[in-house]
């Protein structure tokens, strides 16, 4: 039995799925609901919820015993794993419905910011109360919330009623960056590009880095050339690459050119290299430290919240400068080694040196093997001088290694 009788369904909008026996199943990402005939509201036929390695799943709502805005309850643990395919009579409630501009019984034209699915007994859901919001006025205020029934409002099936993006935006802020990039590709083209314009520079940035290139490319081309200049700023220097490396060459050279100099400056270094080194493939920016840094330091710096588990697992030690190329590489110490050590201990004084760096034209089978010899997450790579220019992390392996189109693969 469903514990409530009516739900917004923004609310539901990542909340976990359990099974009877409380052990999480996926999460909410949109509600399915069937048009019927005769001015009837729209039937909610279900679930679409997201599973281990991001696989996108039908749930029936015969399938759910509890709905509430704490939880959504099944009646058993086993799913149809098969992947959701719209029909096409079929309504995503989340990414068709959110933006909507629509009319009011009065001819006011408002957009629509969630929609409630309501029951009247078990198993059996409806579209029901939509909330909706005035459009601002003069000042930029925003205008009153109203509520009103489906039926008494117009355009809330029709293919030409203009879209927003606010609220689907609101919805979409919560995700991880790999979330939030599977959550768009699943949006309709015009739809997927107009939450992509919407978002700024850095979100845009992080959900671009998770997408399949072939999208990365396609974003990036409805983009004007300042924006997209602006973007590749925010993107990590060797995600950069891989994605500039995608474009025409004129197209290339003159996003580079628009970059500031300061940002494009490793993203040219990494473009000299041969595909399928460690060069090629290497993060740009580890951390990195001069001997006389302490370890307080150093743990310190892997505390920053924007770095990767996989770029925070070990602090590069190096002869000043510190940026790359930097001075003399000296060693690396791992975190594990950090924690133990005391606070105020110089990072000279415990570094391991007993790993030799790579070159930059080292091949991925020779650093795939390596890195599993020894268990390490991350290596450094050196120029002839001993000079630090980067390093190849674990996740820069397995973004090479795996098909082109994993990130496409839902099976």
Known sequence: MPTVTRVFIARLAGLAVYDPNGEQVGRIRDVVARLRSGGRRPQVV??????????????????VISVDPASIVLNSGVVNLRRFQQGPAELLVLAQLLDLRVTT???????????????????QWALGRVAVQELGGRLGRRGQLRQFDWEELTGLVEPTTIQGTESLLNVLEK????????AVQELPPERKHAVAAALDDER?????????????????????????????????????????AELPPHERALLLDLMAPEESAPVRALMKYLPNTAGA??????????????????????????????????VFVTRSPVDTPTGRYLGAVHFQRLLREPPGD?????LDNDIDPLDPQRPLAE???????????????VDESDRLVGAVTVDDLLDHLLPRDWREQHE
């Open 367 to 381: 650093i795939t093997r390596r890195m599993a010899t020894y268990n390490l997450v991350a290596m450094p790579v």
């Open 175 to 182: 995700m991880r960056p790999a979330d939030l990039a599977h």
């Open 281 to 314: 493939v290497m993060t740009s920016e580890p951390v990195i430290l001069t001997p006389d840094a302490t370890v307080a330091d150093a743990l310190a710096r892997i505390r920053e919240p924007h770095l990767s588990p996989a770029v925070a697992a070990q």
């Open 346 to 350: 110089l990072l000279g004084g415990v």
């Open 46 to 63: 279900g679930f679409i919820a997201e599973m281990p390695m991001r696989r996108q799943i039908f749930l029936p709502i015969g399938r």
């Open 204 to 244: 845009l940035a992080d959900m671009l880095e998770e997408l399949p290139e072939r999208q990365q490319v396609e974003i990036l081309a409805r983009l004007d050339h300042e924006r997209a200049a602006d973007v590749l700023e925010e993107m990590d220097a060797d995600d950069a690459a891989d994605l500039l």
């Open 105 to 123: 019984p009065t001819g006011a034209t408002v957009t629509v910011v969630d929609v409630a699915m309501e029951s009247d007994r078990p198993d």
